[in-house]
């Protein structure tokens, strides 16, 4: 009795399977792995990037701000406020091509007033937000 080709190779399944759960496992450790949970804990739906101007006009205050945002984790910055117009990584290689690129950045920039030209920095360490900063644009002065 002769064999087809189908069953004298041996099923990957099992292998893909094991080494998928391997990767896991060992990505959950490192850097990489905590940069892989919140890519792929990110929501589905993004809000708009002015969600901070809403809640400012809506009420909130700055220091309310900073304290909704100090302690957690990229994703759930993302999942309130939305993406960061503008990121910087330490490294200062970041390439924006790539509209996931801000993920693996070390600090967001949100406008805050566009009229008063504040902003806000938030310095993430290890993927949580540990420092928020609220600032105000130079201005020009007269000669």
């Known amino acids: 009795m002769r064999m087809s080709a189908s069953e004298r190779r041996p099923h990957l399944t ?10 896991v496992i060992l990505a959950g450790q490192s850097k990489v792995g905590a940069w892989l949970r919140g890519f792929f804990t990110a929501p589905r739906t993004r809000p708009p990037r002015d969600a901070l101007a809403r809640r400012i ?3 909130f205050q700055l220091p309310a701000v900073r304290d909704s ?3 957690r984790r990229k994703a759930a910055v993302v ?3 939305g993406t960061p117009p503008t990121a910087v990584a330490a490294s200062g290689q970041i390439a ?5 690129a801000f993920w693996s950045a070390d600090t967001w920039y949100y406008p ?4 008063a030209q504040t902003a806000m920095a938030v310095k993430f360490v290890d993927g949580i937000a540990k420092e928020v900063e609220f600032f105000d644009a130079p201005r020009a002065t007269e000669a």
Request: no cysteine.
């Open 14 to 23: 099992p292998i893909l399977v094991g080494t998928a759960i391997a990767v």
């Open 57 to 59: 006009e809506g009420g």
């Open 69 to 71: 945002i100090l302690g």
């Open 79 to 81: 999942a309130t406020y």
């Open 96 to 100: 924006f091509g790539n509209r996931g």
């Open 112 to 115: 805050v007033d566009p009229r």
